[in-house]
C-alpha cells in the first residue's frame, strides 16, 4: 500500500520554527517529485513548495520565499520542509504529495498521491 505520511507540526509561537517530515512508505521517493501544500480553514489549499526527483529544481510560492527550506533525503525515503520565522498566517494543514513527473510543480493537478496532512498552528 502506497502511503505518504507527514509529521512534525504542532503549535509554536510566532516567529519560531518548525521542521515537517513526509515519509513515504510502500514506493521509494526517488523517482517522484514532491510537493508541500498548505489549507487553511475556510481557504483553498495552496502550493508552498516542491522539489524534482533530483533535487536541482526547488520552487517556493512567494509568501514563503526566504522562510521555508525544502529538501529531500532519498536514503531515508523522506522529505523534509524546514519552517522559520512563522506567523500566525501560516497556520494550517499541511500536505506533502507525490508526482510521477522528474520537475516538480506548485499545481495541486500535478501529484497523484497525497499525505493525510500535519496541523501546524503559529500563535501566542
Known amino acids: 500500500q502506497l502511503r505518504l505520511v507527514e509529521s512534525g507540526g504542532g503549535l509554536v509561537q510566532p516567529g519560531g520554527s518548525l521542521r515537517l517530515s513526509c515519509a513515504a512508505s510502500?514506493?521509494?521517493?526517488?523517482?517522484?517529485?514532491i510537493g508541500w501544500f498548505r489549507q487553511a480553514p475556510g481557504k483553498e489549499r495552496e502550493g508552498v513548495s516542491c522539489v524534482s526527483t533530483d533535487s536541482g529544481d526547488r520552487v517556493y510560492a512567494d509568501s514563503v520565499k526566504g522562510q521555508f527550506t525544502i529538501s529531500r533525503d532519498d536514503a531515508q525515503n523522506t522529505v523534509f520542509l524546514e519552517m522559520s520565522s512563522l506567523k500566525p498566517e501560516d497556520t494550517a494543514v499541511y500536505y506533502c504529495?507525490?508526482?510521477?513527473?522528474?520537475?516538480?510543480?506548485?499545481?495541486?493537478?500535478?501529484?497523484?498521491?497525497w499525505g493525510q496532512g500535519t496541523q501546524v498552528t503559529v500563535s501566542s
Open positions: 510502500g514506493f521509494t521517493l526517488d523517482k517522484y517529485a
Open positions: 504529495a507525490a508526482g510521477r513527473g522528474w520537475e516538480c510543480s506548485l499545481n495541486i493537478e500535478y501529484y497523484d498521491y
